[in-house]
């Protein structure tokens, strides 16, 4: 009977990348809405009434998600201007140095610096990411009770106030733990 009832179900209806067949024509206007309510105060249980989302949580996550958007949009965008205005300015000081001319040796001393800013910007001289991570040191508070209880532990088991063991064993001279 399980079986049954689940071919009587409709079939599960999914948006967004994997089915792009089924987009939400409305999406962009509703977010469009619900980011205009968030900028003029509106609490996310509002946003959520006004614009037509389900629930508070599904007006969050489109307002983040669309926040995110406009944020690599803009820098998609900035990235772009800044390098068709070194396009434009490595073709005037190419021209220069190509026409051989009193001003080429001014036109080179200014090659370099525009060549390492589009290297900068385009990401080209990046480092190339370590797959090792080094956690930072922690500090802790060993409790009073507790390093003085170490501090009385006998040198063969390791206490704070007695000398490093050798290489060839513990500090007493043995590699065994004393009962």
């Known amino acids: ?10 079939p599960r209806v999914t948006r967004g990348p994997e089915d792009p067949t089924q987009l939400d024509f409305h999406a962009a ?3 469009a809405q619900a980011l205009r309510l968030r900028r003029l105060g509106y609490s996310y249980a509002e946003v959520a009434a006004r614009a037509g989302y389900r629930t508070e949580q599904a007006a969050v996550m489109a307002v983040r998600r669309a926040q995110r958007a406009l944020v690599r949009d803009e820098a998609r965008d900035l990235v772009a201007r800044q390098s068709d205005l070194l396009d434009q300015a490595l073709q005037v000081v190419m021209r220069r140095i190509l026409a051989d001319d009193e001003h080429s040796l001014w036109a080179v001393d200014r090659l370099v610096p525009l060549l390492k800013r589009e ?3 385009l990401g080209l001289d990046a480092p190339a990411p370590t797959q090792a991570t080094v956690a930072p040191p922690m500090i802790i508070e060993i409790p009073a009770a507790l390093a003085q209880a170490l501090r ?8 704070l106030d007695a000398p490093a063991p ?4 513990t500090a007493g001279g043995t590699d065994e733990v004393p009962q």
């Open 166 to 169: 050798s290489a060839g064993g």
């Open 29 to 31: 206007p509703r977010v």
């Open 1 to 10: 009977m399980a079986g049954r009832a689940s071919r009587d179900r409709p």
């Open 119 to 121: 290297a900068d910007l």
């Open 152 to 159: 009385a532990t006998p040198p063969a088991l390791g206490s």
